[in-house]
C-alpha cells in the first residue's frame, strides 16, 4: 500500500464492527466496554471484528460518555534533579505502569515542586484525571489530602498532620523496618550506634528515627548519636562528618535509606576507619547505591516496585466504586552483606 493510498484508507468505525460481526452498534459498545451481560459467543465474533478490522476504541467519547477522562496523575512534590536521581521514584513509576498496564487508565506524571502549587491543585480539580497518587510528600503538601473529599487519592507513606487523618494509603512498616536494622547492629556486639535519619517533614525520615530508637531503648543504649539528611548521598557524607566531629565513640550506624548509606561511606573511609571493622553500616531501600558500595550494603529491602503497584490498585478500586481499606502497609526485609 503506498502513503497516499493509506492516507485515504477510512478508519474503521463502531458502525463497520457491527457490520462484519452480524450484531447492532449497541453490542459491539458494550464488549468495547467490557459488559458482563453479551453471550460468550457474541464476544468472541465482536472481538474476531475488531481484530480483522484493527478497530480502536474512540477514547474520546467513550470518555466522554463514562464521564472519565481514564488518566490518573503520579504527583511527586520534589523537584525535578532529585526524582530522577533517586531510584525509589523510578521503582514506583514502574509498579504504578505495571498496574495500570492492565487497565484502561494510562498515567500523567506531575512533578509539582517545579510548578505553582496552586496549578497542580487546578489540574487535578479540572477535570483532567479521574484520581492522583502522591508519593514523598511532605508536611507541607498536605493541600492534596484536602482535595480528597472531590478527587480519588492515595498517598505513598502514611499521612502526618491531623488534616490527613481520614487518607488513603500505602507505605511500609518503617517503623518495624528501621527496629530490626538496629537490631541487627546490637547482635553483631555494637553498642554505640549513630543515626542518620531523613526529613522531619517526610513519613519516613519521623519513623525510621522512631524505630531506631525503640530498639535502642529495649538495650539501654544512648539516643543521642542522630544526625539529619536529606536522603541523598552528599547529606549523609556531611552527616557522618559531623557524627565523627564529636569525638565520640561510634561502632556502629544506621542511615535511613542507601544513599546517605553511600555518602557516610565516604565520610568513614576519608578518616582512615573502616567497615566493618571499626564502623559497621545498614542502610534502607536495598537500591543499586547499596548493592554497588565497597563493601556491599547491609540494608532494609522495600519492595519499591510493589508499593507503586498497590498504590496504583487501590487508586482505581477507587476510582471504580469497589470497596478497598485504608490502610495498606506492605512489610520489609534485612538484606546481610558484608558491611555488618
Known sequence: ?????????????????????????????????????????VIENVTKAIADLNYV???AARSLASRRTLV????VPESTAKVFADPFFASIVQGVALHLADTDYTLNIVISSETNPDKTRRYLMGGNVDGALVVSHHSGDHSYAQLGSSLPMVFGGRPLSDTEHNSYFVDVDNISGAAGATE????????????ITGPQDMPAGVDR????RKAMEAHGLDCTLIEYGDFSPISGMEAMRRLLATGRPIDGLFATNDQMAAGAY????????????DIAVVGYDDDYFGLTATPPLTTVHQPSVGLGERMAQVLVRRIEGEPVDRVTLLPTELVVRQST
Open 57 to 59: 476504541p474512540n477514547r
Open 266 to 277: 565516604s565520610a568513614i573511609l576519608e578518616t582512615g576507619r573502616s567497615i566493618p571493622g
Open 1 to 41: 500500500m503506498t502513503t497516499d493510498q493509506a492516507a485515504h484508507t477510512p478508519v474503521p468505525t463502531l458502525e463497520a464492527v457491527a457490520a462484519l460481526a452480524g450484531v447492532s452498534r449497541a453490542t459491539v459498545s458494550r464488549v468495547v466496554n467490557g459488559s458482563t451481560k453479551v453471550n460468550p459467543e
Open 72 to 75: 490518573v496523575a503520579l504527583v
Open 209 to 212: 528515627l522512631t524505630g531506631w
Open 184 to 195: 541487627h547492629l546490637i547482635k553483631r556486639g555494637r553498642r554505640n550506634i549513630a543515626l
